[in-house]
């Protein structure tokens, strides 16, 4: 099944979306909410992040083999872990904004694991129970800014760096999806999320154990090779096997 959130006259709202109509929830899907409300076609709403501001975003760095190595990286020997704050979030459909600070902005596309309910030092075995559904997500980085600063919460922390949705899919195996990033209509990145060095179950545990996960909780798994730099004028697209396209605008910063 398929959810969003959407703006109901100046209240975020959880929706369900079926066969092109989101019918309003009274609470957050992972916290078993039901239809309340008129339903209202998919392409009338202004779409928002589709998890709610507050939670954690975890990624992680380094997780595709192609990908470390285009970095000239060492393969990490464990998961490597980083934070992005919730106000890097962007909804489908908005503008991610290149921040005078940096020279060099570059995307990497990301399948998101949506936390739904809370755990703590869980095991691999967990990870159906821990984990709600998917979505695509895109980590922005300031790869400058990365080098420079040594510690990354600046390079991947600037307003609109973590675009993510349009919807959250559950009920999906993700061991096995396609995952192609596009700028302008030309594919950069074409991976498969079998592909990673460390898989969905491990990393849920990984993370458990220094954290716990909460429910709207965000885990981005890596991306795979053919990042490159963003520029003023450009549609960023990312399209993942069985979800929605994530399209969003990229704009300098005034």
């Known amino acids: ?29 992972w916290a078993g909410g039901r239809d309340a409300g008129e339903a209202r076609p998919y392409e009338t709403l202004v779409l928002l992040p589709p998890v709610p501001p507050g939670g954690k975003i975890l990624c992680i760095g380094r997780n595709y083999l192609a990908h470390v190595k285009e970095l000239g990286n060492e393969v990490p020997a464990e998961p490597l872990v980083f934070l992005k704050p919730s ?64 510690q990354w919460w600046r390079a991947k922390g ?18 096995d999806l396609s995952l192609r990033t596009f700028l302008d209509g030309e594919a950069k990145q074409d991976g498969r999320t079998s592909r990673m060095i460390f898989d969905l179950p491990t990393l849920v545990s990984w993370v458990s154990q ?15 090779e053919g990042v490159g730099p963003l520029a003023a004028g450009q549609l960023l697209e990312l399209e993942i096997e069985g979800l929605a396209r994530l399209s969003v605008r990229v704009e300098q910063e005034a």
């Open 87 to 150: 106000t890097s979030l962007l909804a489908h459909g908005g503008t991610v904004l290149l921040p005078p600070e940096s020279e060099r902005v570059d995307f990497e596309g990301e399948l998101a694991l949506v936390i739904g309910r809370r755990a703590r030092r869980v095991g691999r075995e967990a990870y159906a129970e821990v984990v709600f559904g998917v979505t695509p997500a895109l980590d922005i980085s300031a790869r400058d800014l990365q080098k420079k600063d040594g």
């Open 1 to 29: 099944m398929r959810f969003l959130r959407f703006d109901d006259g100046g209240l975020p709202r959880f929706g369900r979306l079926e066969d092109g109509v989101v019918t309003p929830l009274d609470a957050a899907p």
């Open 210 to 224: 220094a954290m716990t996960l909460e429910p709207g909780d965000l885990l981005l798994t890596g991306t795979p």
């Open 158 to 175: 600037f307003d609109t760096f973590c675009p993510c949705g349009p919807v959250i899919e559950s009920g999906v195996n993700a061991s």
